[in-house]
């Protein structure tokens, strides 16, 4: 079965810092870009950051660029988000996205999604 | 970079009423357009992808269609399980990123 699982949340002082993982299983994690999408509270759906398949190439949002760190680690399946200097409004349920395979046929969208991790920046 | 608006933002409808949702660019978009389902308390589910491509295993009530600036998503004849939020979302290649609508919720009439 394809399937994110997303770890890592939790509640956290402003500007503190936070890393949450996402492991990947069902499919050739290393061929994929994977990006991080985050929904506030009763909001909508807000992208955060992208990764190439070999994670050499990375995107942030102007809202998190300098403070939010992509990476992964195909040997473990694994991507990460390295949450710095946490403010209030970065709370959100963040979900990691399985974005276009290398070899195949881009679709520029997300077609597998995990369940999410809640981060909650609060004093 | 590209805005999206989406309208209505909310929209009441019965079952089996054909749904309309119109997604629009700030500016005309040479890239494709992807619509997602979501549910409370779920996370986002993919429904179609390149403007008008259904996503695997996901209903033919649903097609997309659009060009330029304005883009629909269409549900045929609304069943129960479609009353959900949905986004649509684009690709901006420059700077790149991904951009998302506000959403629009389908509930019950």
């Known amino acids: 079965e394809v399937q994110l699982v997303e770890s890592g949340g939790g509640l956290v002082r402003p500007g503190e810092s936070l890393r949450l993982s996402c492991a990947a299983s069902?499919?050739?994690?290393?061929?994929?870009?994977m990006t991080w999408v985050r929904q506030a509270p009763g909001k909508g759906l807000d992208w955060v950051s992208t990764?190439?398949?070999?994670?050499?190439?990375?995107y942030y949002a102007d809202s998190v660029k300098g403070r939010f760190i992509i990476s992964r680690d195909n040997s473990k399946n694994t991507l990460y988000l390295e949450l710095n200097t946490l403010r209030a409004e970065d709370t959100a349920i963040y979900y990691c996205?399985?974005?276009?395979?290398?070899?195949?046929?881009?679709?520029?969208?997300?077609?597998?999604w995990g369940q999410g991790t809640m981060v909650t920046v609060s004093s | 970079d590209i805005q999206l608006t989406q309208s209505p933002s909310s929209l009441s409808a019965s079952v089996g009423d054909r749904v309309t949702i119109t997604c629009r660019a700030s500016q005309g978009v040479t890239s494709y357009l992807a619509w997602y389902q979501q549910k409370p308390g779920k996370a986002p589910k993919l429904l179609i992808y390149k403007t008008s491509t259904l996503q695997s295993g996901v209903p033919s009530r649903f097609s997309g269609s659009g060009s330029g600036t304005d883009f629909t998503l269409t549900i045929s004849s609304l069943q129960p399980e479609d009353f959900a939020t949905y986004y649509c979302q684009l690709l901006d290649t420059y700077p790149l990123g991904f951009t998302f609508g506000p959403g629009t919720k389908v509930d019950l009439k």
């Open positions: 990764t190439n398949d070999d994670g050499y190439t990375t």
């Open positions: 069902g499919f050739t994690f290393r061929t994929f870009a």
């Open positions: 996205a399985r974005g276009d395979d290398y070899y195949g046929s881009p679709k520029d969208a997300f077609d597998i």
